[in-house]
């Protein structure tokens, strides 16, 4: 893990916030290839999931609501984590980090009463001062801040801490002015903010975090084949875009494991090198929020089925992963390190689909015409293809830069390339190379990757 940080911030994958003023806890900065990287990633995700559908539609809601949002959402009652905090020193700690790390005791639905208790009776001090912890209390996860220049009690808004509740909310302004038909699913891709008490692991949990979300509207007695279809399909592009299949597990929560509004949930894990996690989560959320949303606004949303010509509440499918995850996840799943006859070579084994650049160009030297030709294929596959051009150094330390930001190809240039009309190609991965004729770069590239 300490090397993926290190490459990330050397690369300029991963930066940590406000640097020069000490940062803040687990707040990051994406530097110029991670912010590459990140839209590549999301593209794709659009593209699989939402431009090739025909009943798949995107959506942009606000990052602050009307508070009743949340209200109905159940998330200004239920939506936080169980928190200790220290008697000597105050530190906080989520309790049940705290008792997964000593015991291995999963405690997802346990009441307060039962986590005080296992603390109690395990001895589980602070870590910090080693003295034991105040009764366990529930610490609301939401951002709160205040609309207006007056900090009253009824001017109180939320940084919302999911991008769905938007999703529900414009349910019936979404199938009135798209005239959908069930099934049909609305996606969206935005930030959430939560309060973390213990963030930690690089990207993984962090105090705002970017969704790449779908909320899939469907007949109650379908929700269950579309609910393995959704996770099928998932499970088929992160094999698509490089995420091997060792690295990934379902894990299926049982009723007191899972969200209060879901019939189902299956997690699925990736093994990152602190261990399996959940990079994503799928919920048969049921009707619960159309039907809470309905009740407390007043406003009807339902679906009128000209089929059985009755109104319907649809079911929700949702799979939702979180795009720091995901990134990680494609750093974890493609970094390695082998030996070679100069040294250690890192690489970064990202897919073609979304590596920063796809090609680089490099010259072999700056003069004899082969600048100009190099800039020319450069600028030509810049129409096709995300390149870099780069001339900085030997051709070994070039490779060694290109394969540590994922680059899986690398064309260079030289006096053969002038003579004969010819470049040779190495393959980041496998390091052979080809030669191949200018005119035909375009052709093996749509040939070997597309």
């Known amino acids: 893990m300490d090397k993926i940080v290190s490459l990330a911030k050397r690369r300029g994958f991963v ?3 406000s640097e020069i003023y000490g940062g803040l806890s687990n707040s990051w900065d994406y530097g110029p290839l991670g912010a590459i990287l990140k839209e590549n990633i999301k593209n794709e995700w659009l593209k ?3 431009l090739s559908k025909e009943n798949m539609l995107l959506l942009d809601s606000a990052i602050i609501q009307n508070p009743k949002v949340w209200e109905a959402s ?3 009652e239920k939506f936080s984590d169980p928190l200790s905090e220290c008697s000597s020193c105050h530190k906080r700690y989520r309790s049940d980090n705290l008792i997964d790390e000593a015991l291995e005791i999963d405690v997802d639905g346990f009441s307060l009463e039962d986590i005080d208790s296992l603390i109690d009776k395990n001895n589980i001090v602070c ?4 003295k034991r912890f105040l009764p366990t209390q529930n610490f609301n996860l939401m951002f709160q801040t205040f609309l207006g220049p007056v900090k009253d009690s009824s001017e109180i808004v939320y940084l919302r801490p999911e991008t769905c509740q938007g999703i529900f909310t414009n349910f019936d302004n979404i199938q009135k002015s798209s005239r959908v038909k069930l099934p049909f699913g609305v996606a969206q891709v935005g930030k959430s903010f939560r309060n973390e008490i213990t963030p930690g692991n690089f990207i993984f949990r962090t105090l705002e975090l970017e969704q790449l979300e779908i909320e899939y509207f469907t007949y109650p007695d379908r929700a269950e084949d579309d609910f393995n279809i959704w996770l099928e399909n998932f499970e088929n592009w992160y094999e698509r875009i490089g995420i091997k299949k060792e690295n990934l597990k379902r894990v299926e929560l049982n009723k007191d494991q899972r969200a209060h509004y879901s019939l189902r ?7 990152f090198p602190f261990g399996f996690k959940e990079l994503q989560s799928f919920a048969n959320r049921s009707d619960y929020d159309l039907k809470a949303h309905s009740k407390l606004s007043g406003k009807k949303l339902s679906f009128y089925d000209e089929t059985q010509k009755k109104e319907i509440i649809p079911f929700v499918v949702e799979p939702s992963v979180g795009l720091g995850r995901l990134f990680l996840a494609l750093l974890s799943n ?14 970064l084994s990202l897919s073609f689909r979304i ?3 796809q090609i680089a160009v490099f010259p072999l030297m700056n003069k004899n015409g082969i600048d100009v030709l190099s800039k020319k294929i450069y600028t030509d596959l810049k129409n096709y293809f995300r390149v870099v051009y780069d001339e900085s150094g030997s051709i070994g330390k ?3 830069r290109q394969d540590e930001i994922g680059t899986p190809l690398c064309i260079t240039v030289d006096q053969e390339s002038i003579d004969n009309n010819t470049v040779t190609i190495r393959d980041r991965d496998s390091m052979k190379q080809v030669t191949l004729r200018i005119e035909g770069i375009k052709e093996y590239i749509d040939k070997c990757f597309i």
């Open 15 to 17: 930066y940590p916030a």
């Open 48 to 50: 699989e999931f939402v």
């Open 74 to 76: 159940g998330h200004l």
């Open 127 to 130: 870590p910090n001062c080693k």
């Open 265 to 271: 949930t299956v997690d699925l894990y990736f093994n």
């Open 334 to 347: 493609g970094y390695r390190e082998e030996k070679t006859p100069t040294g250690i070579r890192t690489v």
């Open 355 to 357: 590596a920063p650049f």
């Open 398 to 400: 070039r490779y060694r």
